[in-house]
């Protein structure tokens, strides 16, 4: 193991940054040629007004100092440039006759299978800036693009498989109906900075392939990113269906929510912000809300756990990409006769985590994009140890510039914040227990609801637990870390964590709704649909099965 020495460990950090000619050539970023740019109502168009600076949480060392990286710049848009966003989004929905959203659903397929095979060819662009802009491994980075692509892929083949199953017709006491889902309408989507791509494409895709058009806003850090794929969109979808806009959220979002405009709200984000916006809206009841949101998911170490397994799933749970996940473990409540020894071998564990630049070979832990993240770190924990705490692994808490080396205080008082409040970062807060329903109230007074991870060999313990949690969170993982994957299962939340669920099929419900054509089964009305569908002269009413 490295040397864990404060002093050695803080040289360590600095070191780390490396000066620009030490940047491999394949992973310099020159995003000059596109940081203007904008796609409204199916132009691409440069922006002539002001603009935002994107800069790298990747400090370089310039004559001996260290700063952040200014990467380019994405347009600072002002309420009318926004709005035009929104006017184009809207003239495309065109209540709901607009060429999109009256497509069939195999044109729109079409469409989505052009879009993708033209966003694979600029893959390494994307990758390249998610490393720079909010400093995720290049492994990991990959991980996000390519999980994205096999997410699309999956949306057609579930909404093939959706259609399929509802080009039929149902007789019920002489009334003849065919039910399909149809879209909403204007979409506004924001996706978070920890999954800039991935989060917003998993509301993006399937709000637009069930026909709705989109007005996406990229979050403050994980802009530029798309910026390689704008061209790719205005290909493949008729002018307005998808719009992309840039600027200060409350100087944009703002005035597109007081419009009433937005029948859809896909946001990834805090639940502060997603209160705020909804409050925005003058008829809320008209706006349908897909929201992931806050969380802070415990673990449970039990005394019969496998140790050396609880160990590596805490580890990989609670920091993985240093803890910026929504799904990340927050804080780990272990039984106080096996306290000790889950401490040592996790220490050990976070001590040899390779640091470094995301390009790095196997580097796990890399520069916090955030602005004075840092500082908001050593706030935590220095009230933590304020409340009792101390600081169990060698080097926990050390910092330079954007990389914070993960500290694990125990044992965390529930006074202190790191108790209730979610961290999302390079801590992890550990608190001895002696009786599981110390767990259990937790998680009961907890604002969130999403998952939670238990470790234990005892299946009757184990299924003590899982009957109130399942009341209480939407995932239960069995010695296993929490996470969102596979994408095919339900993604979701109880009280600040989340609202609607999403999955590969269920995302395709969030954003559409059952629509049917009904008649009486008289001969007049059977023969009217016959010929509607005979002759194909719907999109809605139709039999084609798609193959
Ligand atoms: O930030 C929240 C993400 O949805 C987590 O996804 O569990 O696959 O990292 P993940």
């Not at 993006?204 to 996406?216: Q, S």
């Not at 008209?286 to 170490?301: E, F, H, S, T, Y």
């Not at 109130?468 to 296993?480: K, S, T």
Request: hydrophobic share 40%; glycine share 6%; aromatic share 8%.
């Amino acid at each position: 193991m490295p040397s864990l020495d404060p002093a050695a460990l803080s040289a360590r950090l600095e070191a780390a940054f490396p000066a620009p000619e030490r940047i491999p050539p394949e992973f310099r970023v020159d995003a000059k040629s596109y940081e203007r740019m904008y796609l409204i109502g199916g132009e691409l168009r440069e922006w002539k007004g002001p603009v935002h600076e994107i800069s790298s949480p990747i400090c370089l060392r310039r004559n001996g100092a260290l700063s952040r990286t200014v990467l380019g710049h994405v347009p600072q848009m002002d309420e009318a440039a926004a709005l035009a966003g929104l006017d184009a989004a809207e003239m495309a929905w065109d209540h709901g006759r607009g060429k999109w959203p009256t497509m069939s659903v195999s044109e729109r397929i079409d469409a989505v299978e052009h879009f993708v095979a033209r966003m694979i060819e600029v893959r390494d662009e994307v990758v390249k800036l998610l490393m720079w802009e909010i400093g995720k491994s290049l492994d990991d980075s990959r991980k996000e693009f390519d999980r994205t692509v096999e997410y699309i892929r999956r949306t057609i083949e579930a909404l093939k498989d959706c259609d399929r199953t509802n080009s039929r017709f149902s007789l019920d006491g002489g009334t003849i109906a065919q039910v399909r889902r149809a879209p909403l309408g204007v979409c506004l989507s924001m996706g978070p900075f920890n999954y800039p791509l991935n989060e917003t494409y998993t509301t993006l895709i399937p709000a637009l392939i069930m026909g709705n058009t989109v007005v996406v806003k990229p979050p403050k850090f994980g802009a530029l990113l798309h910026q390689p794929l704008l061209e790719a969109f205005c290909e493949s979808f008729p002018p307005g269906a998808v719009n992309f806009i840039y600027g200060q959220g409350s100087q944009i979002v703002g005035p597109i929510m007081q419009s009433g405009r937005i029948d859809v709200l896909a946001f990834i984000g805090s639940s502060r912000v997603a209160d705020v916006l909804k409050h925005q809206h003058p008829r809320p009841h008209r706006m349908r809300c897909i929201l992931g949101l806050d969380a802070k998911n415990p673990a449970l170490v039990m005394p019969d756990a496998d140790l050396d397994l609880a160990v590596a799933e805490c580890l990989a749970g609670a920091l993985s990409f240093n803890g910026q996940r929504c799904t990340a473990l927050k804080i780990l409540f272990v039984h106080e006769s096996v306290a000790e020894g889950f401490l040592e071998k996790f220490s050990a564990a976070v001590g040899n985590l390779p640091i470094g630049m995301p390009w790095e070979k196997d580097v796990k832990l890399t520069p916090l994009p955030e602005f004075d993240k840092v500082k908001s770190m050593r706030a935590y924990l220095d009230d933590a140890l304020a409340k009792g705490a101390k600081v169990v692994n060698p080097g926990g808490g050390t910092f330079c510039e954007t990389l914070f080396f993960p500290a694990v205080p125990y044992p965390v008082s529930p006074a202190a914040e790191l108790f209730s409040k979610e961290q999302f970062g390079p801590i992890v807060p550990v608190c001895p227990y002696r009786d599981e329903r110390e767990f259990l109230d937790f998680v009961a007074n907890s604002n969130y609801g999403q998952q939670v991870s238990l470790f234990g060999r005892d299946s009757r313990k184990m299924a003590e637990l899982i009957d109130p949690l399942a009341n209480q969170v939407c995932r239960i993982n069995l010695n296993c870390q929490c996470q969102r994957g596979p994408d095919t299962l339900p993604f979701t939340g109880r009280k600040d964590s989340a609202e609607a669920t999403l999955s590969v099929s269920d995302a395709l419900r969030c954003f559409s709704i059952r629509s049917l054509v009904a008649a009486q089964a008289r001969e007049e009305s059977r023969e009217m649909i016959r010929q509607i569908v005979a002759e194909r002269r719907s999109s809605f009413l139709h039999t084609d099965f798609i193959l």
